[in-house]
Nanobody, 115 residues
Framework: QVQLVESGGGLVQPGGSLRLSCAASESIFSFNAMGWYRQAPGKERELVAVITRLGRTNYGEPVKGRFTISRDNAENTVSLQMNSLKPEDTAVYYC?????????WGQGTPVTVSS
């Protein structure tokens, strides 16, 4: 059973930065892609960023230019550097691992952007 464990969430002031990390229980190279999604209260879960096995990235429009996704195949981790945070970035952030036959989700880590 694949396990994904997110960390790094917390409370940050507007304009600040946070770095989220997702640790996988097996080689992330075995997945087609890894991604971050978020879900704010009362809203649907949305794409934040995805990175493929070959390192191609894709970002949701609200975070383009502010967030950066990266992967460390040796450490089996995927990170999300979040800069210039806004109150509307407040949400629970989830890690996702993509495979042809099944996708896996982490438990989520909450991020609150507030003064």
């Amino acid at each position: 059973q694949v396990q994904l464990v997110e960390s790094g969430g917390g409370l940050v002031q507007p304009g600040g930065s946070l770095r989220l990390s997702c640790a996988a229980s097996e080689s992330i190279f075995s997945f087609n892609a890894m991604g971050w999604y978020r879900q704010a209260p009362g809203k649907e879960r949305e794409l934040v960023a995805v990175i493929t096995r070959l390192g191609r990235t894709n970002y949701g429009e609200p975070v383009k230019g502010r967030f950066t996704i990266s992967r460390d195949n040796a450490e089996n981790t995927v990170s999300l550097q979040m800069n210039s945070l806004k109150p509307e970035d407040t949400a629970v952030y989830y890690c996702k691992a993509f495979r042809n036959e099944y996708n896996y989700w982490g438990q989520g880590t909450p991020v609150t952007v507030s003064s």
